[in-house]
């Protein structure tokens, strides 16, 4: 079982920045991929963006790319979402995911409200 704890949400103006923080209560290692999903009130859960932990590679949705950047620090056993350049569009629940191949855990989100 592991647990993910998010943290980092908040309230900001177009423009602005925030990092989220992803802590796992495992070993990194043991988790395979780790994402930011979110979603926004009547909309569908959504990718934002994936870190393949043992290699570091990263993937991010289009419409994120060049303003989002997900990182992990194995030593903390956690990932960040730095999100730079935020848009009212992007106001949403922010959610943490780990994939070990087996399983998926879900943290239990953290808002992001970004004003216009």
């Known amino acids: 079982q592991v647990q993910l704890v998010e943290s980092g949400g908040g309230m900001v103006q177009a423009g602005g920045s925030l990092r989220l923080s992803c802590v796992a209560s495992a070993n990194i290692f043991s988790i395979l991929v780790m994402g930011w999903y979110r979603q926004a009130p009547g909309k569908q859960r959504e990718l934002v963006a994936n870190i393949i932990i043992a290699g570091g590679r990263t993937n991010y949705a289009d419409s994120v790319k060049g303003r989002f950047t997900i990182s992990r620090d194995t030593a903390k056993n956690t990932v960040y979402l730095q999100m730079n350049s935020l848009k009212a569009d992007d106001t949403a629940v922010y959610y943490c995911?780990?994939?070990?191949?087996?399983?998926?855990?879900w943290g239990q989100g953290t808002q992001v409200t970004v004003s216009s």
């Open positions: 995911k780990g994939d070990t191949g087996l399983l998926s855990y």
